[in-house]
């Protein structure tokens, strides 16, 4: 028998951090995403990454401010519904249905890329339509995360676990290596790799788009809020505490790769010519056969994050249904489990007919997975903005007691975003010149439901009040309340 009861909390906080780590996927953006910066900084890969650090710990300050107040299974659907009104929380909350959906398509594709490469490093030249495995994996995750959510966590923690020490691994012996004088090219430690090396301002904050987008995700566990444990207290621990772990490792594995290649002319173009720089640099500094595990741990990354995508769209689905947008069959939920099992079913099969489609129309899987990508960050970037939005309406509101001051932070975030959207919707080669408009189609039609259906905008306000009402007494401001 299906229910429509509050599932019980019972995550603890490092299983809400699993969540968003998985969203990220580090050990997928630890290798494919350095190469582009590399390209376009030189030598400056860390510098660069450590700012994108700094802009998503802008933008992440809004959620981070907001879930110590409301905690909600459609995430920026209440945060922003709540602290500006049910219209710009479900303009939001269907925003990121559509950023969930893109990265559940682009992990699946990116999952059949990966494990196709890997088997050929095998030895295994045919490996038969790339699309059997994206539908294999659409049903892995979604029978996954069927069952109890904590499996659905501890798995995403043991695979990005697995990922996270191999890269630190090789990290280490990078590094040993380099400061010993016994790498391959007699490269060493060049500390030089946190400055400019003479790219401007500009081809700097620029480079940072490519580090912004590793974070993409971050939030993911503040679709969990009704299912963790305190989650006032640990869903804002799990943002940060996801957010400032993976910039660790990004900025350290990049300065890895930057020294493991070399600063020089030679070693910066061999890292911006890398296809999987963390293979090849496996190849040079330890052997073949680890090669092999950094290719395998890529494909369980992969797997991994459209497991956390899964559960993010699926409970995205779940909280519009559960007010009135939608079929009501989506808003069941396991009377055991509490999992979201029909939502879960249903943006499985929305992912695995895309990726149908775009096999039957001839298009790559590794193109597949960069367009998707792309719609997703897109769709992402307007929810930040709307989560930023929210955050200063509740400032200026005084309802959290927060100073003033603050505006500055959400505010600046705001503006790093805008900048981003326009990085990435502009200079660019077709297709990539049609997706702007495709994210922007989506948002749009999602601000016409708010138009034309006003009785669910209604719905949705009486519903997140009710919900406000019933977890009163929100946890005091530390930092006002010492002043």
Known sequence: MADHHRTPRKLRLWEAVALSVGMMGPTLAMGLNGAGVASAVGPAVPLVFLLGLLGVALVGYGFWRLTRYFNHAGSVYALAGITIGPRAGFFGGFALLGTYISFLTCTLAATSVFLHAFLRSLGLHSTGPWVVTALVAAFGVTALNSRDTRLTARTLLVVEGVGILAMLLLTLVILGRTATGTAPRHQTLDLSAFSPHGAGFGTIMAATVFAFLSWAGFEACASLGEETDNPRRNIPRALAGSVMLTGFLYVLVMYAQTVGFGTDKQGVTAFGRSESALSTLSGQYIGTWFGLVVAFT???????????????????????????????ALAHTHPRTGAPTTALRFTGAVSAVLCTVMFAVGTAAFDIYYW??????????VVYAVAGGGVIAFILSGGGRIRRWELILPLTGICY????????????????????????????????????????????????????????????DVAAAAS
């Open 298 to 328: 890529a494909v369980a990354s992969a797997f991994a994050s459209a497991l956390s995508s899964s559960a993010g769209a699926a409970r995205m689905v779940y909280a519009l249904a559960r007010d009135g947008f939608g079929p009501k």
């Open 417 to 476: 975003l805008a900048f981003v959207f326009f990085k990435q919707s502009t200079g660019q080669t077709a297709p990539y010149t049609y997706f702007p408009w495709i994210a922007g189609a989506w948002c749009l039609a999602g601000g016409l439901v708010v138009l034309l259906a006003p009785a669910l905008t209604r719905r949705i306000g009486d519903r997140l009040v009710k919900e406000t009402q019933a977890t009163a007494d929100p946890v005091p």
């Open 372 to 381: 998707y990508a792309t719609l997703g960050v897109l769709c992402v970037l």
